[in-house]
């Protein structure tokens, strides 16, 4: 039963995973058929990192409630409608309105599984399960690509990862059974729920709140404005730079399927740490005035180095901060997260329109100063907390 659950939760990561990508890789076509700026693509990132923030900060109350299994599934099918929303819309307003139920449903799974596997799984597990986020958000813009080049348009590639989350929400139904176990409900409801500014209080929460912040700032700053990066200041055609951004989620999961065994070795510190110095060697990659390869190169070495940071700083923040106080802390670094999601790319968009987009290393590079340093601040003084066998 154990490893029937860890093969469904396998799965869900997968599902987090495949839409998270798709608007980056799509964006190049939208914002020309919508004939709306470059940079709308913030606005639609910001509203779905809003709806996140929304659902992560009530995930603690919610998994009290009702067992973390109904809310994945829940959750997930939230995200299925809104990516068939996304492939009927006919107008700007109408991917808005469908970026709601997107946020809602992607921010309150996210929080909910992570705390889960922190706490029933060894390190090597979230990063083997974090690269399935890695598989889905490397195979979102392959298929955005393929329907773009078949004819079907980037409204058929959201067509297809919605019928895809839709499965998922099928195989998760039929295992909520797996879910309701005695350990997970008496760890759940034994405290009362810590209010933001308890959880705030906690020593070490704002150096990490900070460092998560800006480690998905920058994941998500280099995600959604990759291909316009490939497309706008390397000359590349929008399906070439479609299919070339997803190197940046290749590396993101070979990465994530490395660390796995990395963390028999290595304290989730050293990975993070690592982690810092591969994605400095892809920026540096990004400023080489060499034609699109070295920035192609650029990509994979940015998504091999942010590999072990998030599943390494959620797995440690039980061993942190307390078992009892994961679930808390984990949601509110989820949504410490989609407030990095939701401020930074609209930011370098406004950068890229006004300025110019071949900034893009520059603010990737500012970002990750922000981050190296929060994180040391955080290390400072305690020992890192040892890995699960």
């Known amino acids: 039963m154990t490893s029937l659950l860890l093969a469904v939760i ?15 890789s799509a964006w190049p076509t939208i914002y020309q058929q919508f004939q709306v700026p470059v940079s709308y693509a913030g606005i639609l990132s910001a509203i779905i990192a809003v709806g996140t923030i929304v659902s992560s900060l ?3 109350r919610l998994i009290r409630r009702f067992s973390a299994g109904v809310i994945t599934a829940v959750s997930v099918a939230a995200t299925a409608l809104a990516l068939f929303g996304f492939s009927i819309s006919s107008s700007f307003w109408m991917l808005c309105l469908w970026a709601v139920p997107y946020g809602l449903g992607a921010g309150c799974v996210d929080a909910a599984l992570n705390n889960y596997v922190a706490l029933h799984y060894a390190s090597r597990h979230m990063s083997w399960l974090h690269c399935m986020w890695g598989v889905g958000a490397s195979i979102g813009p392959v298929i955005m690509g393929l329907a773009l080049t078949g004819g079907k348009g980037w409204t ?9 989350q839709t499965v998922l929400v099928v195989i ?34 704002k150096a990490i709140l900070t460092a998560f912040f800006c480690y998905c700032a920058l994941e998500q700053t280099c995600a959604l404005w990759a291909s316009s990066y490939l497309t706008l200041h390397h000359g590349l055609s929008a399906e070439q730079a479609a299919s070339w951004a997803s190197l940046f989620f290749f590396g993101i999961t070979a990465g994530r399927a490395a660390s796995g065994f990395l963390t028999m070795r290595f304290s989730d510190t050293q990975l993070i740490r690592l982690g810092q110095a591969v994605i400095l060697a892809g920026i540096f990659c990004l400023f080489l005035p060499f034609g699109s390869r070295p920035a192609q190169i650029g990509l994979v070495l940015v998504g091999l180095g942010c590999a072990p940071i998030y599943p390494c700083v959620i797995h440690s923040t039980p061993a942190t901060f307390g078992a009892e106080r994961s679930q808390a802390l984990i949601g509110v670094q989820m949504a410490s997260a989609y407030v990095g999601t939701c401020l930074m790319p609209p930011l370098f968009g406004l950068i890229a329109n006004h300025i110019s987009i071949g900034l893009y290393p520059v603010f990737l590079l500012a970002i990750l100063a922000v981050m190296a340093v929060s994180y040391h601040r955080l290390t400072t003084g305690r020992k890192a907390p040892a890995n699960e066998a």
């Open 10 to 24: 396998y799965l869900s990561f997968i599902s987090l995973g495949l839409p998270d990508s798709l608007l980056g």
């Open 58 to 60: 009530q995930c603690d």
């Open 156 to 164: 058929g590639g959201y067509r297809y990862i919605a019928l895809l």
């Open 172 to 205: 998760l139904a039929l295992s909520l059974r797996l879910w309701a176990k005695p350990d997970q409900q008496s760890e759940t409801h034994q405290n009362a729920p810590l209010s933001l500014r308890e959880i705030i209080a906690i020593p070490g929460a």
